[in-house]
T-cell receptor, first 114, second 112 residues
Framework: EAQVTQNPRYLITVTGKKLTVTCSQN?????MSWYRQDPGLGLRQIYY???????DKGDVPEGYKVSRKEKRNFPLILESPSPNQTSLYFC?????????????FGPGTRLTVT | SQQGEEDPQALSIQEGENATMNCSYK?????LQWYRQNSGRGLVHLIL?????REKHSGRLRVTLDTSKKSSSLLITASRAADTASYFC????????????FGAGTRLFVKA
């Protein structure tokens, strides 16, 4: 089954404790992206990647890091989480070819930073 | 910065009625997409309309795009209780189209 998976689904942590949220897709998609969703603000793009070792900033990259060492994986790293990073996070992927822009989303990771 | 803005923020209708949601954006686009999100879950792609198209249909969905006004509308005809969800427009800003910008969404509630 074609899917995007994220782990963990729920995470409660404390300020300053480094964490990683994993994202994996099995559709051989070149493009992967991270979003955060906050009430009233819709989804805001954090980082995206067009292929292995190619990443770029979205609208709200501050406080986040990403890496793309393998095509299927795109982890999101919070080196020193702060309470304002409490949010619902989504990973998404799509193909870069054939002018197809439909993104496939993971189930989300609800992060609380205390 | 947010590009897409949906209107209304929330909409409550009876089953069988039509639901219309609007989206405005600020910059040039390659295409505009509509997504649906059931409470707290991942988004699901509904329909895409390219910048050179004016109208598109898919089942009970009808999307229009007016690039001169930088706006789009999503019409759901003969709504059902199962259509209850949040709906978001998203634009892939040109050039390149690698950045995706979502609106704040419209929450639709369809009463049975």
């Amino acid at each position: 089954e074609a899917q995007v998976t994220q782990n963990p689904r729920y995470l409660i942590t404390v300020t300053g404790k480094k964490l990683t949220v994993t994202c994996s897709q099995n559709m051989n998609h070149e493009y992967m992206s991270w979003y955060r969703q906050d009430p009233g603000l819709g989804l805001r793009q954090i980082y995206y990647s067009m292929n292995v070792e190619v990443t770029d900033k979205g609208d709200v990259p501050e406080g986040y890091k990403v890496s793309r060492k393998e095509k299927r994986n795109f982890p999101l790293i919070l080196e020193s989480p702060s309470p304002n990073q409490t949010s619902l996070y989504f990973c998404a992927s799509r193909t870069m070819f054939s002018r197809v822009y439909e993104q496939y989303f993971g189930p989300g990771t609800r992060l609380t930073v205390t | 910065s947010q590009q897409g803005e949906e209107d209304p923020q929330a909409l409550s209708i009876q089953e069988g009625e039509n639901a219309t949601m609007n989206c405005s954006y600020k910059t040039s686009i390659n295409n505009l997409q509509w997504y649906r999100q059931n409470s707290g879950r991942g988004l699901v792609h509904l329909i895409l309309i390219r910048s050179n198209e004016r109208e598109k249909h898919s089942g009970r969905l009808r999307v229009t795009l007016d690039t001169s006004k930088k706006s789009s509308s999503l019409l759901i005809t003969a709504s059902r209780a199962a259509d209850t969800a949040s709906y978001f427009c998203a634009t892939d800003a040109s050039p390149g189209g690698f950045k995706t910008i979502f609106g704040a969404g419209t929450r639709l509630f369809v009463k049975a």
